[in-house]
């Protein structure tokens, strides 16, 4: 994929703030400190668009990057944060619940997950979740550059174990550092936002 444009447009706290230009929707989710801005960041070819290391569990909204025109990613704020207050969590749970079940424009929800770890409850609960609610799921184990390369399918059957990965999901090894696993993403992520 050719990133020819890509701008964050708005920071949403509700739902009347979401765009209204009916471009296809990729969501990001994932627990907090997993990689997910270094993924957008390295997915969009940008140091710094999607703020990294930022405070985890802090920005309580929906970040919509529109990319090329075209297509919006979607950043879910990280769940697993425990300092997060049990209000906050509710509030989180309502909003991120209501835009994954009820957005029109959502086409699939890209799952960040890291590939040297089991898959918390919180990353099974999401997956389920999805599942429950038939939203396509594509999960990225990243962090891969921090294992060797020999373990990866080992680290990646584990993963898929944990989450009880059913056959039609993507699993992509994926590094933010080396970018390994890029070009496979955008090759399913091209099939939801033609
Ligand atoms: P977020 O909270 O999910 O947005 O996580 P960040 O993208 O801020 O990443 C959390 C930490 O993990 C940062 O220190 C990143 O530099 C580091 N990190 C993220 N992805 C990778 C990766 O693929 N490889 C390595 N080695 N570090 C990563």
Do not use: C
Not at 144 to 162: Q, T
Not at 178 to 188: D, L, M, R
Request: net charge positive.
């Amino acid at each position: 994929m050719k990133i020819k444009s890509a701008e964050i447009v708005i920071s949403a706290v509700s739902k009347a703030q979401y765009p209204e230009n009916s471009l296809p929707e990729i969501a990001l989710a994932g627990r907090s400190n997993v990689g997910k801005s270094s993924f957008i960041n390295k997915m969009l070819n940008r140091k710094n668009l999607a703020r990294t290391s930022s405070k985890p569990g802090k920005t309580q909204t929906l970040n919509f990057y529109l990319i090329n025109e075209a297509f919006y990613f979607v950043d879910v704020p990280g769940y697993g944060y425990a300092k997060v207050s049990k209000t906050e969590r509710a509030k989180w749970g309502n909003m991120i619940e209501s835009y994954l079940t009820g957005r029109h424009e959502l086409k699939s929800v890209i799952l960040i997950v890291d590939l040297r770890h089991l898959p918390t409850n919180d990353d099974v609960l999401m997956y389920q979740f999805l599942k429950h609610y038939l939203i396509p799921v594509i999960v990225i184990a990243t962090k891969a550059d921090k294992i060797p390369r020999g373990k990866w399918e080992k680290h990646a059957k584990v993963v898929k174990e944990k989450l009880a990965i059913e056959k039609e999901d993507p699993v992509i090894i994926f590094s933010s550092e080396t970018g390994v696993g890029k070009e496979e993403v955008w090759q399913v992520i091209g099939k939801w936002i033609k």
